[in-house]
């Protein structure tokens, strides 16, 4: 079974609306987050590290006013895409890490921005 | 940056014919890792490569570690059609932070 899990799985929302899109960590706890955007037919991006109980480290182009990454549990972030605009519409994923080298990604959450 | 390229972008093979992706980067890498994505689905990780010239095989995937940690290579022999999809390679930052740098990507399509 999943390890991380992501919800929603699909969401579809409203130009100019906020959309909240939580990652959990089921059997261990996890300091560390990545989230990650995928557009269609490409590949991964990074576009932060979520660290629990301090600010997010957003990779190089990532608004972080508009991508809000919140950690307040070891088990638990949330990614908030604030505005949505069409151009937001993608496929976000996390991924998280027990220790050591393995990483598991969660099922993703794919977003379309109407 | 740091750019990971793989070749091809795209391989359409009959089934029972063998794969191949390889995989470039602009600077050393420091660890590679793999990555299976069916179409509609998340990564799943196959394999970590982290010593220089290391290959290691997984049933019919053979994975190859450059000996200059700059490129890594992924080869399937007679492929199966439940091998479709998209493979990944990716530099994994390890240690404090589990980041990840991915490859563009070889989508793989097996006919029948």
């Known amino acids: 079974g999943a390890v991380v899990s992501q919800h929603p799985s699909r969401v579809i929302c409203k130009s100019g609306t906020s959309v909240k899109i939580e990652c959990r960590s089921l059997?261990?706890?996890?300091?560390?987050m990545f989230w990650y955007r995928q557009f269609p037919k490409q590949s991964l991006m990074l576009m932060a590290t979520?660290?629990?109980?301090?600010?997010?480290?957003?990779e190089q182009g990532v608004e972080k006013d508009k991508f809000l990454i919140n950690h307040a549990s070891l088990t638990l972030s949330t990614l908030t895409v604030t505005s949505a605009h069409p151009e937001d519409s993608s496929f976000y994923i996390c991924?998280?890490?027990?220790?050591?080298?393995?990483?598991?990604f969660g099922e993703g959450s794919w977003l379309t921005v109407v | 940056g740091q750019q990971v390229m793989q070749i091809p972008q795209y391989q359409h093979v009959q089934e029972g014919e063998d794969f191949t992706t390889y995989c470039n980067s602009s600077?050393?890498?420091?660890?590679i890792q793999w990555y299976k994505q069916r179409p509609g689905g998340h990564p799943v990780f196959l394999i970590q490569?982290?010593?220089?010239?290391e290959v290691k095989k997984q049933k019919r995937l053979t994975f190859q570690f450059g000996e200059a940690k700059k490129n890594s290579s992924l080869h399937i022999t007679a492929t199966q059609t439940t091998d479709v999809g998209t493979y990944f390679c990716a530099d994994h930052y390890g240690g404090a932070t589990n980041k990840l740098i991915f490859g563009t990507g070889t989508l793989l399509a097996v006919q029948p």
């Open positions: 991924s998280a890490s027990p220790g050591g080298d393995t990483i598991y």
């Open positions: 490569l982290v010593k220089s010239g």
């Open positions: 979520s660290n629990e109980g301090s600010k997010a480290t957003y």
């Open positions: 600077t050393t890498l420091s660890n």
């Open positions: 059997d261990f706890q996890a300091t560390t």
